[in-house]
Nanobody, 122 residues
Framework: QVQLVESGGGLVQAGGSLRLSCAAS????????MGWYRQAPGKQRELVTT???????NYADSVKGRFTISRDNAKNTVYLQMNSLKPEDTAVYYC????????????????WGQGTQVTVSS
């Protein structure tokens, strides 16, 4: 089991910044992917950004150049720096952890945080 605890959401004006954090604990595999997804009211959950344990990153086109993901492997923590926020960034942001167990079992594990609200006012 992996537990994910998020922090850092809130209300900000358009053009402002917020920083989200997500700390993972429990049965952490050294090779994993962590990241953030978001879900706006009436919409499906969508990828925001992910980062692998060797720091390869992936971003949704809508946040490229504005959001930056980083991680501290020693703390099992991932961060999301969000700059130049727009009203359309308003959503519940969910932390994600995914990993595949080493051989021979190779079981896939995916975990989600409880979500943190980000609201951007115009």
């Amino acid at each position: 089991q992996v537990q994910l605890v998020e922090s850092g959401g809130g209300l900000v004006q358009a053009g402002g910044s917020l920083r989200l954090s997500c700390a993972a604990s429990g049965s952490i595999f050294s090779i994993n992917t962590m990241g953030w997804y978001r879900q706006a009211p009436g919409k499906q959950r969508e990828l925001v950004t992910t980062i692998t344990s060797d720091s390869r990153t992936n971003y949704a086109d809508s946040v490229k150049g504005r959001f930056t993901i980083s991680r501290d492997n020693a703390k099992n923590t991932v961060y999301l720096q969000m700059n130049s926020l727009k009203p359309e960034d308003t959503a519940v942001y969910y932390c994600y952890y995914g990993a595949t167990e080493p051989p021979p079992r190779r079981m896939r594990y995916d975990y989600w945080g409880q979500g943190t609200q980000v609201t951007v006012s115009s």
